[in-house]
């Protein structure tokens, strides 16, 4: 039994503790202590060059062990001294497989002299919080952490085990700690599914709230070094073989090429939900894709939008280029870097031998850029769940009524993709909104809106519930 103590009308009182019986914290409390973590994990630099996620992962696990965890619940581990994750377990009942939460500690370069403030100082101002990992993605350990220990204190018993892994090597592909976790301790993180606050999106627009984005697939990210040889030669006296024209007029062709148009379970409810949002003429043509077969006016009108069209089909862009050694000399290699996003169940090598196919040219060498290392080829949609939309859609109707929640496939790429390959589903869940015209993440003075950081601290105390007790 332990003691605890607790300020009734200013006077103390000593509670026996009970299991069950715990105190609760109020939400004032925990919007409180979130702000205390919150800011010193943005206090503590987690960055590639200098920083350290052990130093992070440690500070959380002494709050962890302050709150009640037992030392054998809450361990700090990692490939290296500086790049160390946190793994804690809330013990349930043991009725169902754990459910394990992901988000990263690492935080993206900040230099002071391209900021208007220190960027590892947390500031409040104006009603955004300020500092390096404000939206990308100390909220999000911050939120987590709070309920952690809030579920722990008032002796939450959850129909199954919460597992919260804190990691490294998000943003710099270096010793990935969700990667490392998975090869190294899979026993530690085994889940049966998998909710990261660095996917998905929950979206805002000049204070009004749009949409609850539940990521559940995301495309694959690879480049491909494309490289084209000729002899070279004195510019003086040209011939037919110029390594920079070859590579353009291939380049041109990529231009021009359009991969297939391919939907999933999760792209076919997210444009199904969407068209519902935008209605007009944008939501009848996604209507109007989802019909089989799509309509093909429809389908190059939403095309057009590379933002739609991006939910729909693989691309492949050039994003960068070198060529030529001298100003008076016929080049002798150009190269281009072609970055692809891939519709997930689509190889590398597949989008390879596509590009061999576009270029068309045996002059062409093209060679993947080996990217984080993972199995990211295996990178299925995850199924939407009943259980898991159903909590969501729970829980949003009381705290956000009217706003809907769509299913969506993520563009870019999370650390899910990594737990996807490993053959767990995984859901993008961030619990608190943000502006889409202000998306601050990995640039300068980052920043997140006050109010909605506490929202995603009652979000997720009461999503972690509805998940963990359905009734
Ligand atoms: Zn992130």
């Known amino acids: 039994m332990k003691i605890r103590f607790l300020m009734i009308g200013g006077i103390l009182f000593g509670v026996a503790v009970v299991g069950a019986t715990a105190l609760a914290m109020t939400n004032e409390a925990a919007d409180r202590l979130a702000r205390d973590i919150f800011k010193q994990l943005i206090e503590i630099n987690t960055t590639d060059s200098v920083g350290s996620t052990t130093v ?131 026993d530690l993180i085994d889940a049966e599914f998998i909710l990261n606050p660095d996917a998905g999106d929950f979206e805002l627009e000049h204070g009004k709230k749009l949409l609850v984005g539940i990521q559940a697939s995301e495309k694959l990210y690879q480049d491909y070094d494309l490289k084209v040889t000729n002899p070279g030669g004195h510019s003086s006296q040209p011939g037919k073989a110029n390594a920079i024209y070859e590579l353009a007029e291939g380049l041109t062709r990529l231009e021009h090429y359009q991969f297939p148009f391919e939907l999933s379970e999760v792209t076919r409810a997210y444009f199904a939900r969407e068209a519902e949002i935008v209605g007009e003429e944008t939501g009848a043509d996604m209507k109007a894709i989802l019909k089989t077969p799509p309509d093909e006016a429809a389908m190059t009108r939403l095309s057009a939008e590379p933002f739609y069209n991006g939910r729909m089909r693989t691309t492949c862009v050039a994003t960068m280029l070198n060529a030529g050694h001298s100003r008076n000399a016929l080049p002798a290699t150009a190269r281009a870097n072609v970055n692809c996003r891939v519709l997930p169940g689509h190889s590398t090598q597949e989008i390879q031998t596509t590009l061999e196919k576009i270029l068309g040219d045996p002059h062409f060498t093209i060679t993947p850029v080996k990217y984080r290392g993972a199995g990211v080829d295996a990178n299925p949609p995850t199924p939407l769940r009943a259980d898991v939309i159903g909590a969501l859609e729970k829980v949003s109707a009381q705290m956000w009524p009217g706003v809907p929640v769509i299913p969506m496939m993520d563009a870019g790429a999370s650390d899910s993709s990594l737990t996807r390959a490993a053959g767990i589903p995984s859901y993008g869940v961030p619990g608190f909104f943000y502006d889409i015209n202000d998306d601050r993440s990995h640039g300068r003075d980052e920043r997140l809106i006050v109010s909605y950081f506490y929202e995603g601290v009652d979000f997720y105390y009461r999503f972690l519930k509805a998940l963990t007790s359905p009734d």
């Open 56 to 186: 992070a992962a440690e500070a959380m696990a002494a709050r962890l062990h302050d709150a009640g965890y037992p030392a054998s619940d809450v361990q700090v581990l990692g490939p290296e001294p500086r790049r160390g994750n946190l793994v804690a377990r809330l013990r349930g009942t043991g009725e169902l497989k754990p459910i394990l939460m992901i988000c990263h500690l690492d935080v993206v370069e900040a230099r002071r002299e391209d900021w208007s403030m220190d960027p590892f100082q947390f500031i409040e101002k104006d009603g955004y919080f300020y500092g390096r990992g404000t939206g990308d993605i100390k909220d999000g350990d911050a939120i987590l952490v709070t309920t952690m220990i809030r579920l722990k204190q008032e002796g939450y018993q959850p129909d199954r085990d919460l597992i919260l892994a804190l990691t490294a090597g998000e943003e710099s592909g270096v010793a990935n700690g969700v990667d490392w976790l998975i090869k190294n301790h899979r």
